[in-house]
């Protein structure tokens, strides 16, 4: 695996890459890998000539310093696990790369309503950093398949909405499956940091997620919403919101709509750490 720290360093090496009819399969993450993005990593190799996975913790999309300062870095593990999986390129660059001219030279963007509802509402400014990595990063690594978790579906929406916006037609975005701990838990960078007996709980959320879908058809989704509620809470998390949307558009839903494609999401915070989960009805 070949590892570039430098903007222009990785922008020589893929137009040479792109002189032959190379296919480029990119994998964005923040670090603190777990066989979630390693499984991202295997479905580009599969489908591509190259993939190229970039880790870099961006500081524009933490609207919580905390979070930010918190979140758990283990780079020459990574490494490690990203050789393992025969990946051919890590991006790892510094901010100042990213940001040459700092926040003055930062570009920002309009996700309209996708940015008012579930992380958008309860994160301000989040998406707007993420658009503002993102757009970066692919105009680096001018990938030709982009490879995203639906653990983030709502994310998965908006970079889909950012690639409209800069009229990139030529990505194809790839949306894949959720891997999940044994006893449903989404695998997440952020489980690292819950101590044991806030990991011994927190399966509950994907135990809600799966009450919902089996309900759907039986109960009004109010009913469901609040025995969600009550089961987190007697868990012991603080349940952020339990919203139903149609997955297409992310239009909020009261109840469930059985003509529709419906998702549903859950954030919940178990002590100062925030999970989210969805589900496809
Ligand atoms: P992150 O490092 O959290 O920014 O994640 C990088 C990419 O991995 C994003 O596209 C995530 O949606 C995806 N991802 C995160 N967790 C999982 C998971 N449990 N299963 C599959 N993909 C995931």
Do not use: W
């Amino acid at each position: 695996m070949i590892i570039f720290k430098k903007v222009d360093d990785i922008k020589n090496y893929i137009s040479e890459v792109h002189k032959s009819s190379t296919n480029i399969g990119f994998v964005p993450t923040m670090g603190a890998l777990h066989i979630g993005h390693i499984s991202l990593i295997n479905k580009a190799k599969k489908e591509n000539d190259i993939v190229v996975c970039s880790i870099f913790l961006n500081p524009t999309q933490f609207n919580d310093k905390n979070d930010f300062e918190k979140y758990p870095i283990s780079t020459p593990a990574d490494i490690d696990l990203l050789i393992k999986a025969n990946c051919d390129i890590l991006f790892l660059p510094s901010v100042e790369e990213i940001y040459p001219d700092g926040e003055a030279g930062i570009k920002s963007y309009d996700f309209g309503y996708l940015d008012t509802i579930l992380e958008g509402a309860g994160r301000p400014g989040h998406f707007k950093g993420v658009g503002q990595v993102v757009g970066r990063l692919l105009d680096i690594v001018q990938p030709d398949s982009l490879y995203l978790g639906q653990k983030d579906y709502q994310q998965c929406m908006v970079i889909k909405q950012l690639l409209v916006l800069l009229k990139i037609n030529n990505i194809k975005v790839h949306i894949c499956t959720t891997y999940r701990e044994d006893d449903g838990l989404a695998m997440s960078s952020r489980n690292r940091r819950l101590t044991e007996s806030q990991r011994s709980v927190a399966g509950v959320i994907y135990q809600c997620l799966v009450s919902i879908k089996t309900k759907q058809n039986t109960d009004s989704f109010a009913t469901v919403k609040m025995q969600c509620e009550e089961l987190l809470t007697e868990k012991g998390l603080l349940p952020e919101y339990i919203q139903l949307a149609d997955a297409e558009t992310l239009r909020i839903l009261n109840d469930f709509e059985p003509a529709t494609n419906m998702i549903v999401f859950i954030a919940a915070k178990i002590g100062a750490i925030r999970l989210i989960d969805n589900m496809l009805l």
